[in-house]
């Protein structure tokens, strides 16, 4: 089993839309985790970092569900330019695996006008 | 500001070949990373650095070797290049949080495309 994993999607929707992804990760003893986002044939931009009681920056809201070993990022009002690839990145802090930066591989969006 | 810097940002290769790719960051970072990425693959870890002299195996470190001889230097190598290896390299770096590891906040290179033939 992958150690974080992403419905790659793609994910088609038109503006003004509200779109969630989720991001699942197999190992509990993951600390921290976070959002990116990829322009095509650019390098990944940290979106949002995300903490245990959720919290939101604007029209993006992340949480995160320790239980189910899950995040999620929502988008509401989807804009033209919120087209792109989001990352789900997780780190592990324990033992061997300290410091460790983990990628799922991605969920596609595209916004249509 | 330079940030992370990655050379070259493009080689084509033939198999067998060998080759190094440098990333050089000038924020003092303790954690240092690279990545490769390739079509419906995400960014997916070779090897990576929690500080200078140390390296860790990522997912995929076969077919490759890293040093960390100083701190603002993390190098890739490739021993004996094969068509596999064909891909987009990404190096990162991230400064320490709070607690202790990596921020989270990665800084990333531009990338370097690699073709092995």
């Known amino acids: 089993r992958k150690e974080v994993e992403q419905d790659p999607g793609p994910f088609n929707v038109p503006e003004g839309a509200t779109v969630a992804f989720n991001c699942t990760y197999s190992?509990?003893?993951?600390?921290?985790f976070f959002w990116y986002r990829q322009d095509c044939r650019k390098e990944p931009k940290l979106l949002m970092s995300?903490?245990?009681s959720g919290n939101e920056d604007g029209r993006f809201t992340a949480q995160l569900n320790r239980a189910s070993q899950y995040i999620s990022l929502l988008i509401r009002d989807s804009k033209l330019s919120d087209s792109a690839t989001y990352l789900c990145v997780v780190h592990n802090a324990g033992g061997t695996s300290y410091g460790k930066l983990t990628f799922g591989q991605g969920t596609i969006l595209t916004v249509h006008p | 500001n330079a940030g992370v810097t990655q050379t070259p940002k493009f080689r084509v290769l033939k198999t067998g070949q060998s080759m190094t790719l440098l990333c050089a960051q000038d924020m003092n970072h303790e954690y240092m990373y690279w990545y490769r990425q390739d079509p419906g693959m995400g960014l997916r870890l070779i090897h990576y650095s929690v500080g200078e002299g140390t390296t860790a195996k990522g997912e995929v470190p076969d077919g490759y070797n890293v040093s960390r001889l100083k701190k603002q230097n993390f190098l890739l190598g490739l021993e004996s290049a094969a068509p596999s290896q064909t891909s987009v390299y990404f190096c990162a770096s991230s400064g320490p949080g709070l607690a202790g590891g990596p921020t989270g906040e990665l800084f990333f290179g531009e990338g370097s495309r690699l073709t092995v033939l």
């Open positions: 995300v903490y245990s």
């Open positions: 190992n509990s003893a993951s600390q921290s």
